[in-house]
């Protein structure tokens, strides 16, 4: 079983930066894929970014690349999405989840409760 908290979310301007964090519990985060999806409401969950587990390989949404970053510290059993330049539209629940099957956007075994993350003009 594995616990997964997200931190960092808030109200900032178009253009600002964030950082959220997902802290880890339980078995070790460290053989797990970690992935970040947002969630705006009324739709489905949106795959945005995903981290293997030592941190080599990357996957990003076409939606987000160049501007998103993950990245992952096992010591500290945190995994972390770097958002620049944010929008109106990256208003959303942003979730962070741990997979044991590899990178992409399924297949994800634990879920956090999210965190909200809006962007005003």
């Known amino acids: 079983q594995v616990l997964l908290v997200e931190s960092g979310g808030g109200s900032v301007q178009a253009g600002d930066s964030l950082r959220l964090s997902c802290a880890a519990s339980?078995?070790?985060?460290?053989?797990?894929?970690m992935g970040w999806f947002r969630q705006h409401p009324g739709k489905e969950r949106e795959f945005l970014a995903a981290?293997?587990?030592?941190?080599?390989?990357?996957k990003y949404a076409d939606s987000v690349r160049g501007r998103f970053t993950i990245s992952r510290d096992n010591g500290k059993n945190t995994v972390y999405l770097q958002m620049n330049s944010l929008k109106p539209e990256d208003t959303a629940v942003y979730y962070c989840?741990?997979?044991?099957?590899?990178?992409?956007?399924?297949?994800?075994?634990?879920w956090g409760q999210g965190t909200q993350v809006t962007v005003s003009t």
């Open positions: 339980g078995r070790t985060e460290s053989s797990y894929s």
């Open positions: 989840a741990a997979s044991t099957r590899g990178l992409g956007p399924a297949g994800y075994d634990y």
């Open positions: 981290i293997g587990q030592y941190g080599y390989s990357r």
